[in-house]
């Protein structure tokens, strides 16, 4: 049976014909998955982002002379600048004590580069619990919830490729313990061939689909629900959700929904805010916020060129010195102002994707061959009509879960989480050993649901604690 006349004239208009090319093979299932599919893409746009990001001039960053420092919210060097903090912390406790503050958790990952099965969420890595990623972060969103008397709502990003795993993940392990929790499925784009700009088949039947970036989380939030259920955006309005906490599985160091961060953004009355810290080297794989003409923008450290990432004080630092780590607070009016006035731009990613063949047979590519299409949610900064930056301490809440040996692997997160919690230790009185280079020696654990800070911790255990072998208080 021949397709469908529209589906072959849709396709033909784009030059998109070839994904119809093993049609005659297909069962009806098959055909009407592959059907299904191509009714979803957008092939205007599809078209428009093959010109210009495959078959267009790479984007060219601003001129040197546009690009300064972004004024950012150091780290406290004064009691004055520390009481200030003090002050914003109050703020933000009383948004949480308010139910006005929710918790967005971007969760599409898979845990392909730790070689481990899975969504990387549900990763362990509790350096003496083995707690899994998913599991932190929830029980950090529990305790905050009970510190403050109000729930806080907690909504986490999915893809297609593991939303189901999630799910089950989540219902196996009763929730952690969250009052309300909500999983949604970001969007996906097709995968092109580099030099043709032709979509991808993945298999016969499927077309090569990946997920949208963390741009996406935009647009996702905006989506019906299950059943033309309300939007999450629709049901945080319901709940009196104003102002949300954005942050990525992969690090577990992150203070969720911190009372000072949230404080600070509503000081500022922003709509955006940003977490950041000091580079270290021009190199360093982090974005950059700084002002371009004057207005604030991230350049993605893969766009940044050398001159600019280098310049330097004459005292040495860096003049571009604020890196993204990925946490940032949206105000919910100012979401749903960009999902229906702007589009957030798409930027290409060059990957290797397998596909299917014109002999149909499937083919895994050794070097980059396709294009995938990607948003990040980094560009909204330029249209938030005020933002804020804010400095966090490197050591205290940034040791992302990346790679299964060498840097930001799982040797690494355990290492700094064991740091971290030895020196909570020692702040409320323990004594904990350290070797010369001032490491902890074995594993040290505090779950969130214990004490989320040194001050809660001080007021649980007892004075003159001697830590002598791995610990979990939990």
Excluded at 172 to 199: C, E, I, T, W, Y
Aim: one cysteine or more; aromatic letters at 6%.
């Amino acid at each position: 049976m021949s397709p469908e006349a529209w589906l072959v004239e849709r396709l033909e208009r784009y030059g998109q014909g070839h994904l119809l090319r093993w049609w005659n093979e297909l069962d009806a299932g098959g055909k009407a998955g592959l059907a299904a599919e191509v009714a979803a893409i957008d092939f205007a746009q599809l078209e428009r982002l093959i010109a210009e990001l495959v078959h267009g001039e790479t984007v060219a960053a601003p001129p040197a002379h546009q690009v300064g420092p972004i004024e950012v919210v150091r780290l406290p060097q004064t009691d004055g600048e520390r009481v200030a903090l003090r002050r914003a912390a109050a703020v933000g406790g009383d948004a949480i004590a308010a139910g006005e503050v929710g918790v967005i958790l971007v969760a599409g990952g898979s845990g392909t580069r730790l070689g481990f099965e899975g969504p990387k969420g549900t990763f362990p890595i509790g350096p003496v619990s083995s707690a899994s990623l998913f599991q932190i972060h929830a029980e950090k969103v529990v305790a905050l919830s009970r510190r403050f008397g109000r729930t806080i709502p907690l909504y986490i990003m999915t893809s297609p490729e593991n939303h189901e795993a999630t799910v089950a993940f989540f219902e196996a392990n009763d929730r952690f313990g969250l009052d309300h929790l909500r999983l949604f499925v970001q969007g996906q784009m097709p995968a092109v061939d580099r030099a043709s700009g032709k979509v991808l088949l993945a298999s016969k039947d499927h077309v090569a689909l990946s997920p949208d970036g963390h741009g996406g989380t935009l647009a996702a939030l905006a989506a019906p629900g299950p059943g033309s259920t309300p939007s999450c955006l629709d049901e945080m309005r319901q709940r009196g959700v104003r102002t949300l906490f954005y942050f990525q599985v992969d690090n577990p160091l992150v203070r969720v929904a911190d009372p000072t961060f949230l404080g600070l953004h509503r000081e500022a009355d922003a709509e955006m805010s940003f977490k950041v810290v000091e580079r270290l080297a021009p190199e360093e794989r982090l974005g950059v916020i700084v002002t371009v003409d004057g207005r604030p923008q991230v350049i993605e450290y893969s766009d940044l060129p050398p001159e600019l990432a280098g310049r330097r004080h004459p005292d040495g630092r860096l003049e571009l010195w604020a890196g993204s780590i990925a946490v940032h607070i949206l105000e919910r009016s100012f979401i749903e102002r960009l999902v229906t006035e702007h589009r957030l731009p798409f930027h290409r990613a060059i990957k290797k994707v397998a596909y299917v063949d014109d002999a149909g047979q499937t083919v895994k590519p050794e070097e980059p061959n396709a294009v995938k299409f990607e948003q990040f949610i980094f560009d909204a900064l330029p249209m938030a009509a005020r933002s804020t930056v804010v400095e966090t301490d490197r050591a205290g809440e940034f040791e992302p879960l990346k790679n299964a040996v060498g840097p930001d692997s799982p040797a690494t997160v355990h290492q700094r989480m064991s740091d971290q919690f030895g020196s909570w230790l020692e702040q409320a009185g323990a004594t904990v050993p350290r070797r010369p280079d001032g490491s902890v020696p074995f594993g040290i654990e505090i779950s969130p649901l214990f004490a989320l800070d040194p001050a809660e911790l001080k007021s649980k255990i007892e004075p003159g604690l001697v830590v002598e072998r791995p610990i979990y208080l939990h």
